[in-house]
Each structure stands twice: as C-alpha cells, then as structure tokens.
C-alpha cells in the first residue's frame, strides 16, 4: 500500500503508528511503516536515551517523536518546569484530592510503600519541555517527522522543523481546526475520529476524513478505528493518503503490558471505550473502569482541566496499578478494543494487515460487478 506520501518518506506501506514504546516504533519502522514514539511521558534525559536505543536499531530508516503542546492549557509558556509545578499544584482543590483519596479507600487501595516515587504527574505537556523535546528531536538525523496534538502547533515551532528539513503534522478532529493548522504551515493533517483511543473529538472517522480531505489541498492520514487491511483500504478510499494508528499496538507483544490489561482488552466490547475527562480532563476516549464511572458520575466533583487532573490523579494511578486493582485500572484506547483477540508481535500485525488490504482491495471490483 504505497501512496506519494509514503513514497515522499522512502516507506513501503503508508501506516504510520503511534506508540511510547520505543520497541513498537523500531518493529515497525523495520517492517515497512513508519513507527511515531509518543514523548509525552518522557523527560527530555529519557527523551535522548530512547531515541539512542531506536537509532541502535532502526538501521537508518525513518521515524518521527509525537509531542503534545496544548492550545489551552493551565501551563504556562515559556514558565521554568519547577516554577510551574508549584504553581499548578496550588490550584487543585482540597475537595478533588479528598474524592480522590475517597475513591481508593473504597476499594483498599494502599499506599505507596515508603521509599517508592509515583510516576511524574506533570507530564511534557506544557510548552517548555514539548519545546526541549522538539530541539532535541531535530538533532537526529532519521528523524523525520514532528508530530503535535491538541491544537496547532506554534508558527515558530513548524518552522525549526522545516529549517532542519523535518516535516510537520497535527492531529485534528475538526475541519475548521485543520484550516487552522494549515495557516501554520502544518504539512500533514491528521484527520481523527471520535472512534480513537486518547484525546478526540465528536465526528466520526468516516465523516471527517472526506471534509477535511476535500477542504485542504495537503496531505491528510485518516485516524481513529484504523487497526484492520480492511479499514486501511477504506481510508484511502475516503482520499486519505495512509492511516495513523494508536490504539491497535497496545495489543502487541512489544508494548509490554500487564497481564491484566491485556485480559481487559479482550473481555472488552468496542462500547467500553469511553469519552472521558477523567484521564486528563479534556474529553479523551479510554476503557471504562469503576474509576472513569466514578469521575463520570455527576454527583462527583467535575475533573479539573489539563494538566491538573492529570497531576491530582498520577500518584492513584500508580497505587491501583501497583495494587492489580483490576476494575480501577485503564489505559486510553480506542473503539477498536472490541475486536482485539491475541497478543502478537507487531510484525505479525503488520503482515496480516498487508494481506487483509491485498484481499480487501481485490474484492472490490467484484462487489461493485454484482450490485
Ligand atoms: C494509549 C494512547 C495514548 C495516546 N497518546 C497520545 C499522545 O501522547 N499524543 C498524540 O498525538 N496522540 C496520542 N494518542 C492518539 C493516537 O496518536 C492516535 O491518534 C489514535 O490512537 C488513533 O486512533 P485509534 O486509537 O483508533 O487507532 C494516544 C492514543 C492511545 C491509544
């Protein structure tokens, strides 16, 4: 499945993957797409280190880093990290810290043992750090594409990019927000649908990849339910030139989930893919969990904005997971989940979605013959 834009990266199939798991991007870029290592939990220390470990085994082909510079935002541009960490700790609520603590005492979680940090609760989602990410993104050499969410991506930041030869792209759920992201001179469009696991908007795939496709005269990869050869061919032919995928990864072998999570993706149907500001408080989809239902539950407090929910909830997070509380524990996924079955290796996945496009494709002349 090869179009110009995947022939403009020097790729043999237009799938693109998102993953935070720099294994997931090495197996990918190795068979044929073109693997996107997710920044957003790294600091920029890790950030270096991983794209080390990828160019030890990439063998010079191409890949891209996805970092997440918000258009709205509690952070504040330009702030020092320690600065602003302090500040946007004062802003949570006694009242949402002690819902939080309610919610683990319900179900005994414990404590962390004493000793024993939880993960950083403010991620590199705030315009110092995405910006570090960016520079230090550029410096590599087999880096070739920048990837931003949630909003376009400041005019001066595409512009580092093209000064060092490296192309742009932004993810969108909405036709007028993609014309704004072509104003900044955005490469690739993103067009995603609400089916996606992460951050989404209201329309579905089908709808808003042939808008946006008919909207802008740039290249746009169609995202969001995208995990079969079947649907990559639909997305074509909606006018997409290849497919950005997330959620379908998290069932592969490389990504190194807990046994747990793996049996809930495959207990799950695609309804138990939720809309949900629990997570990061803007809307993103994710399984449902007894913690989401909490959080959804209007008599509750209302999840605070980004990245403040993010940062109230980091430390319960780590205690539920640490705990195997099973029906507190998620992840963000897509409605995809629902036709998960077995954990296998990306190039497994990608072998079989090869095929599933050659058979796809080939049956169509005939389906159109017989109607
Ligand atoms: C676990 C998970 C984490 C995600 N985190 C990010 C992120 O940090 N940055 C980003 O641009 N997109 C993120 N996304 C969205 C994906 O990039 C992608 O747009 C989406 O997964 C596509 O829809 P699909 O899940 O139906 O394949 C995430 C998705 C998942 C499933």
Redesign the pocket.
């Known amino acids: 499945m090869r179009t110009d834009l995947s022939d403009s990266f020097g790729i043999d199939f237009a799938l693109f993957a ?3 798991q720099p294994d997931v991007v090495i197996e990918v870029c190795k068979a044929g797409g073109l693997g ?1 290592l ?4 790294f600091t920029p220390k890790e950030l270096s280190e991983a794209l080390d470990y990828i160019e030890a085994n990439i063998g010079g082909r191409p890949y891209g880093v ?3 510079m918000p258009a709205k935002t509690e952070a504040v541009a330009g702030m020092e990290v320690g600065e602003m960490h302090d500040m946007l700790e004062k802003m949570i609520p006694q009242e949402h810290r002690d819902f939080v603590e309610s919610v683990l005492d319900k179900y005994d979680v414990p404590k962390l043992p004493s000793g024993e940090e939880s993960t950083r609760d403010l991620l590199s ?1 705030n315009d110092t750090e995405a910006r570090e990410q960016v520079s230090i993104s550029l410096e590599r050499p087999d880096v070739k594409l920048i ?4 909003g376009p991506p400041p005019v001066d930041v595409v512009q580092q990019a093209h000064q060092a030869g490296v192309r742009v792209a932004a ?1 969108t759920g909405r036709k007028d927000h993609a014309l704004k992201q072509v104003a900044n001179d955005v490469d690739i469009i ?1 067009a ?2 609400t ?6 908007g209201e329309i579905a ?1 089908m709808v808003l990849v042939p808008e946006i496709v008919d909207a802008i005269s740039r290249p746009v990869l169609a ?5 079969s050869g079947r649907q990559v061919a639909a997305a074509l032919s909606l006018g997409a030139q290849g497919v ?7 069932n592969t072998v490389e990504c190194g989930q807990s046994d747990i999570m793996y049996k809930k993706f495959h207990e799950a149907g695609s309804q138990d893919a939720v809309r949900s500001r629990a997570y990061t408080g803007k809307p993103a ?1 994710q399984l449902r969990t007894e913690w989401t239902d909490a959080w959804d539950d209007p008599s509750t407090p209302a999840p605070l904005g980004m990245p403040l929910q993010f940062m109230l909830c980091a430390e319960a997070q780590d205690r539920i997971r640490r705990a195997g509380k099973e029906e507190l524990m998620g ?6 989940v629902g036709s998960f079955s077995e954990v296998r290796t990306v190039a497994e996945v990608i072998a079989t979605m090869k095929a599933d496009y050659e058979k796809a494709v080939a049956s169509l002349p005939r389906l159109s013959t017989n109607a």
């Open positions: 998102f993953n935070y996107v997710g920044a957003v939990r996805d970092v997440v989602w990837v931003n969410a949630l993810l993103v995603q649908g089916e996606a696991g992460g951050h989404s795939t995202a969001g339910g995208i995990g950005w995928t997330g959620s379908m990864w998290l989809r992840t963000p996924i897509g409605q995809l």
